[in-house]
């Protein structure tokens, strides 16, 4: 994947695209082919998609964003991360990079609940929901002690909590370990972890049940951090949905059982909407 940059609203923002032509002229794009968005979770960054993108890039133009706050995007101290904001920067970054047309999105955690708002704001040709935040009563256990670590970051700490969000602890690489540290560490990232957390733990989307575009519900049998319960929660609410389980897996079940996840998501991404 290719790595660049783009300014939106006074913020950088770093996303990785991939394909067979990458086109830089954002016209052009806007009328080449079909795109995906990925958006990720809390914590995360755009590498975390792994090799999933560039496998989808057969068919489509795959785009994979680093949030405000997060991975290589801009930090600022002063800003709110709220799901309303998130979704009024991604919607300009979709514009900015010409990917606002013929595109689905893929949206894991908070990326799933922001992907919910732009569902509700703008036209999308498919959604997939992966273990997603948005009907949360509140923070899990779980979330309360990841949000622990990412405020008090140690080694040890962060590999404890890291081994719970996943089926098999030894699924846990060091660097993954690591790089969270690293990135927790740069300046402005405990704000827009802390910030981010807050508002998608104590706010629930409205817009499930008007949710027309064909959607596809993904989640970890052995998800810990939002738990199974909010899968079925999800399921009833959203109408005419596909929902898959993933055994074996826990929050990220892309990241555990990436081929299985990633064919699952390309049979249904490749039927016309």
């Given at each position: ?98 990917i ?10 908070l ?8 569902a ?20 899990t ?55 981010a ?13 008007k ?16 738990p ?13 949905a ?32």
């Amino acid at each position: 994947m290719k790595e660049a940059f783009v300014d939106v609203d006074s913020l950088k923002v770093r996303y990785l695209e991939s394909g067979n032509d990458i086109i830089k002229d954002a016209k052009i794009r806007k009328r080449s082919k079909r795109h995906l968005l990925f958006i990720h979770g809390l914590g995360s960054f755009s590498d975390r998609w792994l090799d999933i993108p560039d496998a989808l890039s057969l068919d489509f133009n795959t785009v994979a964003v680093d949030l405000p706050g997060f991975g290589g995007s801009d930090k600022p101290a002063k800003m709110n991360y709220t799901i309303e904001k998130f979704a009024d920067v991604i919607s300009k970054f979709m514009q900015k990079t010409g990917i606002d047309g013929n595109t689905s999105i893929i949206g894991h955690s908070l990326g799933g609940y922001i992907a919910l708002e732009l569902a509700g704001k703008i036209e999308l040709d498919k959604l997939v929901l992966i273990d997603s935040s948005g009907l949360l009563d509140g923070p899990t256990p779980l979330l309360e002690k990841y949000l622990d670590v990412a405020l008090n970051p140690s080694k040890q700490a962060v590999r404890r909590v890291f081994e719970q969000l996943v089926a098999n602890p030894a699924r846990i690489p060091e660097v993954l370990v690591d790089g969270f540290i690293f990135r927790i560490n740069q300046q402005g990232s405990r704000h827009a972890f802390e910030s981010a957390f807050h508002n998608s733990t104590t706010t629930q989307t409205s817009r499930l049940q008007k949710i027309s575009i064909p959607t596809l519900l993904i989640w970890g049998s052995e998800d810990r951090l939002i738990p199974l319960d909010y899968y079925y929660r999800f399921k009833k609410n959203l109408r005419g949905a596909k929902s898959v389980i993933i055994n074996d897996a826990g929050h990220a079940p892309f990241a555990e059982k990436p081929a299985l996840v990633c064919e699952i998501m390309r049979r249904f991404l490749r039927n016309s909407p």
